[in-house]
């Protein structure tokens, strides 16, 4: 684990939610995952909390009794203790008003309640990589600042340690050199630097005008004439042209009398590279998710390096052997999303081994079987992987240009940059697909085991369920003949059988729009009815009848006449619905159910047996023939009639 995973893990969090169900759910998840939480539940305990011990990040919701979200970050980010603390709303307002309101008063990021846990966690890890670089940044400047200030004191000291300071000088990167109070040149001090593009000798009696462009040495007379005014320090920052490449420079003017100033003349290219990709993934992408974040994060990095193609792929196949483009910038923009191999590709030696990569020149000599490269007449390439929280490689960032280019750390730097990023939110989208086909998965096998309105409803609401229906029609069957074929059967063949004879009845039973309620050895019982009410079930109930009649005979062709079945048919009220909290299941109570049970059971087989409400119900659609009356277990004598077509 890297030392910014490290930092990551120990953070301090502070979660600031006037509900605490909601405090409490992302505590448990962001303590799982390693950081240390805070808590409040106002905006004044939020602030308090701040000041005593600023948070590494700060979780904030905005609707908030007494004081919202904004007003505390607004107050945060006037207190100088907490105005480095990032801020990630929390909101369930999805309006562009509410997110523009968000930065505006400081704000870093912003999550639309209800939010994926995945989510929160890739974007806290975001935020809290980038407060690293910014820190790193920080340090590196400070330590820059130092170094100026002890020059500035070993100038001080010149006299008493001139030996010293003139090695200390002629070891720096830096230009430096002595001005007066008119911007003439008077003694350059180290001229062992790439920063002076004339010889010394040629420049010493000169003033800024003539050797610096007008504008710049405006700028410079004046920094010099504050310098010796208040003696101290100046800081400005300008830009040069060289040999037709433009850097960045940061001079620091420093008096050494009350004439002149010593102008210590630095490159902070690489400094403004790093800053303006910093911006361009906070400010460009930070409120961006999906596909629109790859679009961004390709184009901004594309125009950060100057270079002519940028893309993101993820990893296609488990072997990682192929590749899918989530992105591809191409010649000022969007290009179709391409997939494909690996082998023989720069791309492969980036995913293979999971590390950077950079060829400035001559790449398609270094790989002739890339059609692609050729295709787009690339001459230079460098590429990263993307990695999730376990270090795995999922993907990659690459870039291509016509020309060549220069492999040095700033290139390196963005990249990496941008592959944090991207990497966060490549996971956050695998994560997503894997928890939506995870939810597809159990929606399936729940919808297997209830009806759809009854499984929609235990989703928010886990306490009983129990329904009137006044009318439904319940069909009982059972296989004549099961019993005595079973001792003539294999356990696993039988099985099968009565798999194949039940998967027809289902699929008569979806065509029917009816409901399979249970089966019971090689019992199967259905409901026309419920749980959503419908005019036409008893008709539908019927027909299902007949047709598992017929369904059979094409196992009798294999098993005999042996194989028969027998079913009973009632309608009338019942209650249903789904009781326990383990194991459950959807069933029928009530008398009517009963009936239709002993319509099966005290049937013949190969027979359809209904009760008269059945018959008065159906009479003008079906054919039946009376059987007259039957004494019923518990009913005493009941008229049934037979189903005959």
């Known amino acids: 684990m890297t030392e910014s995973q490290n930092n990551q893990r120990t953070a301090n969090i502070l979660i600031v939610d006037d509900k605490l169900e909601n405090i409490r759910f992302l505590a448990n998840f962001l303590s799982n995952q390693g950081y240390s939480i805070r808590k409040a539940t106002n905006g004044k305990y939020a602030l308090n909390a701040s000041k005593m011990l600023p948070p590494d990040l700060i979780l904030l919701d905005i609707n908030m009794p007494e004081m919202g979200g904004y007003e505390v970050c607004e107050q945060l980010k006037t207190d100088p203790k907490t105005s ?30 209800p939010f994926q846990l995945e989510e929160v966690l890739a974007r806290v890890q975001t935020q ?50 002595v001005l007066d109070a008119q911007g003439q040149y008077l003694k350059f001090a180290n001229t062992n630097t790439k920063l002076l593009f004339q010889p010394s000798e040629d420049i010493v009696g000169k003033t800024i005008h003539d050797v610096l462009p007008e504008e710049t040495a405006q700028v410079l007379l004046v920094e010099i004439r504050e310098a010796l005014a208040r003696q101290e320090t100046r800081e400005v920052e300008y830009s040069l042209t060289f040999s037709q490449t433009q850097i960045e420079v940061s001079a620091s003017i420093s008096p050494i009398s009350l004439n002149s100033v010593l102008c210590v003349v630095r490159d902070i290219s690489d400094r403004k590279r790093r800053e303006e990709a910093l911006q361009l993934i906070v400010e460009g992408t930070a409120s961006k998710t999906g596909q629109d974040f790859f679009q961004a994060c390709v184009q901004y990095l594309a125009e950060i390096l100057g270079i002519r193609y940028a893309f993101i792929t993820e990893c296609a196949n488990p072997q ?17 999303n391409l997939e494909y191999d690996l082998v023989g590709t720069p791309c492969d030696e980036v995913i293979t081994n999971g590390q950077y990569y950079c060829y400035p020149d001559n790449i398609i000599a270094r790989f002739p079987d890339d059609a692609d490269l050729v295709k787009l007449q690339a001459q230079s390439y460098a590429g990263i992987p993307l990695l999730d929280t376990t270090g795995d490689v999922i993907g990659h960032i690459a870039v291509l240009d016509t020309h060549p280019m220069v492999d040095d750390e700033t290139r390196k730097l963005v990249l990496k940059i941008f592959a944090a990023r991207a990497g966060a939110e490549l996971e956050r989208k695998i994560t997503d697909i894997a928890l939506q086909q995870s939810q597809e998965q159990t929606e399936r096998l729940l919808l297997n085991i209830l009806p759809k309105a009854i499984a929609d409803r235990l989703k928010t609401d886990t306490r009983a369920i129990a329904e009137q229906f006044d009318e439904v029609t319940i069909l009982f069957s059972d296989i004549v003949g099961f019993t005595p074929l079973s001792a003539q059967m294999q356990p696993t063949e039988l099985v099968n059988l009565l798999n194949e004879i039940f998967s027809t009845f289902d699929t008569l039973s979806d065509k029917l729009g009816l409901e399979k309620i249970k089966t019971i050895g090689d019992a199967y019982m259905v409901v026309g009815g419920l749980p959503v009410k419908h005019p036409n079930s008893a ?89 007259g009356p039957i004494e019923v277990k518990g009913r005493g004598e009941m008229m049934t009639y037979w189903l005959v077509g």
Do not use: C
């Open 539 to 627: 008709e539908a109930v019927a027909q299902m009848a007949l047709e598992m009649q017929s369904s059979i005979v094409q196992f009798q062709s294999h098993y005999g006449e042996v194989l028969q079945i027998r079913i009973g048919i009632n309608t009338g009220p019942v209650v249903a619905g789904v009781i326990g909290v383990k194991k459950f299941s959807y069933d029928l109570w009530g008398d009517a159910v009963n009936v239709a049970s002993r319509m099966e059971s005290s049937g013949i087989p190969g027979k359809i047996q209904v009760t008269e409400t059945v018959y008065e119900r159906l009479k003008h659609q079906f054919h039946f023939e009376e059987r």
């Open 128 to 177: 809290l990589n980038l407060k690293t670089l910014q820190q790193q940044l920080k340090l590196k400047n400070e330590e820059l600042q130092e170094t100026v200030s002890g020059l500035t004191k070993a100038q001080a000291d010149l006299e008493a340690s001139q030996s010293e300071l003139l090695a200390l000088i002629k070891s720096m990167n830096e230009l430096i050199y």
């Open 320 to 336: 990682k052997t192929r590749v899918r483009m989530l992105s591809f910038w191409k010649d000022q923009n969007f290009s179709e």
């Open 84 to 113: 480095d603390v990032p801020v990630i709303f929390l909101s369930a307002g999805n309006e562009i008003e509410d997110k523009l309101k968000a930065f505006q008063a400081g704000g870093i990021d912003y999550i639309t309640k």
